[in-house]
């Protein structure tokens, strides 16, 4: 069992940056692939980026690559996204997700799942 807790959201303007931190409770964090996900209104939750217990291993939506960096802190049990050069479509709530197993798109296949932050980006 894993509990997550997201932070760092909140409103910036478009090009702007901003980092998300996901902490995560217990002592087997470094056995979970992490992934980010969001939500926007109306619409179904997209994956965002994901990253191998190791670290060795990312992948990213291709609508965040080259913008988006996800990483980790097994010492620290925090994964974290950061995001730059925003774009106002970036507008969603964001979720870190945690599963036992490979690195996957499908929200599904997380056991694990944060309350969500907000990220609002203004034009």
């Known amino acids: 069992q894993v509990q997550l807790v997201e932070s760092g959201g909140g409103l910036v303007q478009a090009g702007s940056s901003l980092r998300l931190s996901c902490a995560a409770s217990?002592?087997?964090?470094?056995?979970?692939?992490m992934g980010w996900f969001r939500q926007a209104p109306g619409k179904e939750r997209e994956f965002v980026a994901a990253?191998?217990?190791?670290?060795?291993?990312?992948n990213y939506a291709d609508s965040v690559k080259g913008r988006f960096t996800i990483s980790r802190d097994n010492a620290k049990s925090t994964v974290y996204l950061q995001m730059n050069s925003l774009e106002t479509e970036d507008t969603a709530v964001y979720y870190c997700?945690?599963?036992?197993?490979?690195?996957?798109?499908?929200?599904?296949?997380?056991?694990?799942w944060g309350q969500g932050t907000q990220v609002t980006v203004s034009s």
């Open positions: 997700a945690a599963r036992g197993g490979l690195v996957t798109l499908m929200a599904k296949e997380y056991d694990y």
């Open positions: 217990g002592r087997t964090f470094s056995t979970y692939t």
């Open positions: 990253i191998h217990r190791s670290g060795g291993y990312t």
